[in-house]
Structure formats: structure tokens, C-alpha cells
T-cell receptor
Framework: GDSVTQMEGPVTLSEEACLTI???????????LFWYVQYPGEGLQLLLK?????DKGSNKGFEATYRKETTSFHLEKGSVQVSDSAVYFC????????????FGAGTTVTVRA | DVKVTQSSRYLVKRTGEKVFLECVQD?????MFWYRQDPGLGLRLIYF???????EKGDIPEGYSVSREKKERFSLILESASTNQTSMYLC??????????????FGPGTRLTVT
């Protein structure tokens, strides 16, 4: 079945450092790919998405490119802030998944001033 | 903005109690979902619903049931709470409309502790 594997955390960075969180997937057909973010004490919110190969999603300085050849959707940000401290989840919705999402385990990111 | 609300942020129940978790969304979404979130396991789907009175089992339905009597409300029921159901429970909703078909909107979560 569909599945997502993302790099384990926790990840601790200094402000203005570069962040990369790796995400790879297994799915049949052509899934849609997502990154969700969960700030402390809150529910998940959509950060960015890509619905077809080579699409690049971007939001709040974060980017991720849908790479079909490597089945990856890595999340990147060039300069993180303390406010980026959160848990990040990679997710996919498969072609025949009936609107369901499959989530990775989540990566906790802490940015220190 | 879409708003998904959950009845409680924190809940403490005893083993064997019947527990109701309520979720309400205000955007007329057809689809609603219940997940549990555990460290290192991500989010796992318990149940989901396409429409009023319709429900489908997710990946981990054992020990849970759901009810959807109105479009905006989706309830999760723990028939007899057990300590291994201590977790964060997240509700979400989505609409099958073009362009947003798979985007889910989440509530703030209910942290349930069963003692």
C-alpha cells in the first residue's frame, strides 16, 4: 500500500541555518504530495503541496519539489527562524485512496536563537 | 477560513468508561476524518466519513466507533476506554472540490489520558 518515509528527528538548528527534511514515498499511480506543519499546541496545517511530477510547492520560505524518478519530496528552507520550530509531516494521497492521506512519522525541528 | 473545532483540548477518563470526542466543521465539507497521533508513528487513520450516516474503517478502527448524524459533526466513540488508547486525537475535514480535493483541515486535537 501507499506509505511515506521521512527522516527521523529531532533536528536542532541555529537561526539562519539551512533546513532539509527528507521524504520518500511508495505509491501506485500518481499521488499528490503534501507537507503539513504542527506548531506547539496546535493541530496540523497545510504548509505546501504538489500534485504532479516536477511541481514545486512553496510557502513561508519553504520549498519542496515532486521528484518522480527518486520518489521524493524533500522539504527545504534556506534560513530558518525560531518561529519555524514545529513538527513537520510529509503526506501523500494516492490515486485510488478515496481522499485519504498517508502520513510519515513526523520530524521535530527546534530552532535556537 | 475553515474552522474545525474539537470539544475538549484535554480529557482524563478511567479504564472502561465510554468516551465521546466531538468534532464540528463550519465549511460544509463532505469528508471528515479521525486520526490518532503517537510519537514516532505519525498520524494513523481511525475512521472516516464521506457523507452523513456513512462511515468507513481506517487503518486502526479496533476499539472505536463513529457517528455522523449531521454533515458538520463527526463523533468518535471509545466504547470501553483502555490505557492503550491514551493518545492525541485529531479531527480533520475536506471537500472533494476541484483543486482542494485532498487538502485536509485539522482541529487543534484532544489529548486523551486513560488511567
Amino acid at each position: 500500500g501507499d506509505s511515506v518515509t521521512q527522516m527521523e528527528g529531532p533536528v536542532t538548528l541555529s537561526e539562519e541555518a539551512c533546513l532539509t527534511i527528507n521524504c520518500t514515498y511508495t505509491a501506485t499511480g500518481y499521488p499528490s504530495l503534501f507537507w503539513y506543519v504542527q506548531y506547539p499546541g496546535e493541530g496540523l496545517q497545510l504548509l505546501l503541496k504538489a500534485t504532479k511530477a516536477d511541481d514545486k510547492g512553496s510557502n513561508k520560505g519553504f520549498e519542496a519539489t515532486y521528484r518522480k524518478e527518486t520518489t521524493s519530496f524533500h522539504l527545504e528552507k534556506g534560513s530558518v527562524q525560531v518561529s519555524d520550530s514545529a513538527v513537520y509531516f510529509c503526506a501523500l494521497s494516492g490515486f485510488l485512496s478515496d481522499y485519504k492521506l498517508s502520513f510519515g512519522a513526523g520530524t521535530t525541528v527546534t530552532v535556537r536563537a | 477560513d475553515v474552522k474545525v473545532t474539537q470539544s475538549s483540548r484535554y480529557l482524563v477518563k478511567r479504564t472502561g468508561e465510554k468516551v465521546f470526542l466531538e468534532c464540528v466543521q463550519d465549511m460544509d465539507h463532505e469528508n471528515m476524518f479521525w486520526y490518532r497521533q503517537d510519537p514516532g508513528l505519525g498520524l494513523r487513520l481511525i475512521y472516516f466519513s464521506y457523507d452523513v450516516k456513512m462511515k468507513e474503517k481506517g487503518d486502526i478502527p479496533e476499539g472505536y466507533s463513529v457517528s455522523r448524524e449531521k454533515k458538520e459533526r463527526f463523533s468518535l466513540i471509545l466504547e470501553s476506554a483502555s490505557t492503550n488508547q491514551t493518545s492525541m486525537y485529531l479531527c480533520a475535514s475536506s471537500s472533494p472540490g476541484t483543486g482542494t480535493r485532498y487538502e485536509q483541515y485539522f482541529g487543534p486535537g484532544t489529548r486523551l489520558t486513560v488511567t
